[in-house]
């Protein structure tokens, strides 16, 4: 049993057999990956975001953003759509037993701005202001001594020489496989999420497709990035026809294809559209069937 167990994830069984031979087809993230793009439109929320700030900047001391917004998003699409949250290890599927969304924050906007990982983890009944919360409160704490900590780990363990390093990467890797890497290592660690966000909007930057590491048990990329204007055609009350202008947001998804079949996948990331579109849901908690909490199989972290 100590190959099957993970203090990560719960090990699924009863799965049919054409998706328990996919990861012996496709056995690594590189050959599963698909690239998916989504244009949401922004102009509604934009709108909630301004107006929820000014109801709530006292009391939550600080402002939504719209990244925040396609965060809980996401987090929001993976509770009530468990099989997103299931990721792949030595050929076995996992059912990831914490919601997990991880992205890099820099220090300062600048080319040379330091950058650090921040992992939050998030709950099926969380709301925009409860998530909004947490994820200042870990972005906080990454910048923080606790962060630099990692940072002093890492420079450490690249002052060895290349074929130690080479020797490591592979043990961690071989452990991690079959289950006998200490869940402390990867706690902190931003490979070991739901899904990985990439903000390049916050830098003026249309969104790449981002790769997906081997490293790690990451299924899903989210490049997220800046607010264009486009213009659409829409109708006014007569049923006349015009031009409108709409804030368009794009978003590009690279996920692994082995956790979840296309349709299943589809509709879930429809579901992040229609949260990003109209996030008044996100301020109220889900109501989540037991059936789907079930499917989740979430538990203590490290338990």
């Known amino acids: 049993m100590l190959k099957s167990r993970r203090r990560d994830g719960t090990l699924l069984r009863g799965l049919p057999a054409f998706t328990r031979i996919m990861p012996y087809l496709m056995p690594d993230k590189a050959g599963s990956i698909i690239f998916y793009q989504e244009d949401y439109d922004v102009t509604d929320c934009l709108g909630f975001v301004k107006d929820w700030n000014r109801r709530n900047s006292r009391t939550e001391g600080a402002l939504l953003t719209l990244f925040e917004v396609v965060m809980v998003a996401a987090a929001r699409a993976v509770a009530l759509r468990p099989r997103i949250n299931r990721f792949i290890a030595n050929r076995r599927y996992y059912q990831r037993n914490q919601i ?43 910048i923080s001594e606790d962060g630099l900590e990692n940072e002093r780990v890492v420079d450490s363990v690249m002052r060895l020489p290349s074929f130690l390093l080479k020797i490591i990467n592979f043990a961690y890797n071989w452990l991690d496989d079959h289950n006998l890497l200490p869940y402390s290592v990867t706690e902190s660690d931003p490979m070991w999420s739901t899904i990985f966000l990439a903000n390049v909007g916050s830098f003026g930057l249309n969104p790449p497709f981002h790769h997906l590491f081997e490293r790690g048990t990451c299924p899903i990329f989210m490049a997220v990035g800046k607010v264009r204007d486009e213009n659409r055609l829409s109708a006014t009350p ?66």
């Not at 229609?274 to 538990?299: K, S």
């Open 100 to 142: 997990l969304l991880s992205f890099v924050a820099k220090k300062e906007l600048s080319d040379d701005g330091k950058e650090v990982n921040v992992k939050v983890p998030f709950d099926p009944e969380e709301t925009l202001s409860s998530a909004a919360r947490k994820v200042r409160d870990y972005i906080k704490k990454a």
């Open 238 to 303: 007569d049923g006349s026809p015009r031009v409108e202008t709409r804030k368009i947001l794009r978003v590009n998804y690279s996920f692994d294809d082995r956790i979840a079949d296309g349709i299943y996948m589809g509709r879930s990331l429809e579901l992040v559209r229609r949260f990003v579109e109209d996030p008044a849901a996100l301020d109220r908690p889900p109501e989540i069937a037991p059936e789907i909490l079930a499917e989740l199989a979430l538990r203590p972290a490290g338990s």
